[in-house]
């Protein structure tokens, strides 16, 4: 009998203890730590990718949670994720939006090779197998999923309910945190908060830059208090009190100014 299978029959209340931990996570250290503990217990694996946005013309954006070197957000390109995130997602949908186990092993156009971005020899190389579940946005169709992929052969029956049961929590704690930045294109440098800032970008609040995190991707004062739970009040006074420190006058320019500041930081 499975870790899962005995974890949910032996002892609900273990499981949502871990659940109840995986929907308060405020950071993607806080995500990794708990994906390493009693995650990895039910679920062993070497890799998280969470992937979402308009598949069909892989414009993707992702998140990336591993203890091997080369396989986290900041140290990946959109270009190298795509294509193996793009396959995964068809498998989920040719399995019927349900969970499912897929043969990643030998898949050389997807997993290590050059021409699709990876660097030779990069660990993604040595992946066998991945547990994919999805969901799809209620209001545009947006898709996200979500990829357990492991050094191991093979997953058991009782894993792909498991990982359906914790996908709402992943998705719900990685919604709440300021996004990581993926590794730029052509040697650009990372902004916000993928870099150490200087003054007056310092002067901000945590609040305040993860705010701004969200405002540079392009969200609406309702949607960022949704995503961090406060009002829209809240944030608008908080947006008010970011143009003050940043001296600036909308929202166009505090990402402009933070974006140069980052970047000769």
């Known amino acids: 009998m499975s870790a899962a299978v005995t974890t949910l029959q032996a002892d609900p209340a273990q499981f949502m203890q871990l659940a109840a931990q995986g929907a308060s996570l405020s950071s993607h250290a ?7 503990g009693g995650v990895q217990k039910l679920l062993p694996h070497d890799v998280l990718l969470v ?3 308009d598949f069909r ?10 203890s091997l070197p080369g396989l986290r957000t900041s140290e990946c390109q959109a270009s190298m994720v795509a294509p193996l995130a793009s396959y995964l997602r ?18 050389a156009d997807l997993l290590g090779d050059s021409g699709t971005g ?12 991945a547990l994919v579940h999805g969901m ?12 357990m992929l492991s050094r191991r052969p093979r997953y058991d029956a ?3 309910s498991m990982l359906r049961l914790l996908v709402p929590f992943v998705d719900l704690s990685l919604r709440c945190m300021p996004p990581v930045p993926a590794r730029p294109v052509h040697g650009e440098r990372a902004s916000l908060s993928g870099e150490k800032l200087t003054l007056p970008v310092a002067s901000l609040s945590e609040r305040e830059r993860q705010i701004m995190a969200w405002v540079a991707m392009g969200k609406t004062n309702p949607e960022i208090g949704c995503i961090l739970r406060i009002s829209e009040f809240t944030v608008k006074n908080h947006m008010k009190s970011i143009f003050s420190k940043l001296d600036v006058t909308n929202r166009a320019q505090a990402v402009a100014k933070l974006t140069r500041m980052a970047t000769h930081a």
């Open 136 to 147: 799809q946005e209620a209001g545009d169709g947006t898709e996200r999923i979500f990829a």
């Open 90 to 107: 068809d498998c989920w949908v040719a399995a019927q939006n349900l969970p499912c186990q897929v043969d990643v092993a030998g898949c």
């Open 118 to 129: 990876w660097p030779a020899g990069h660990p993604i190389a040595g992946m066998q197998s």
């Open 158 to 160: 009782a894993a792909a």
């Open 57 to 66: 013309s892989r414009n993707l954006r992702f998140d990336l949670v591993s």
């Open 30 to 36: 806080d995500l990794w730590q708990w994906l390493q």
């Open 51 to 53: 992937c979402w946005g």
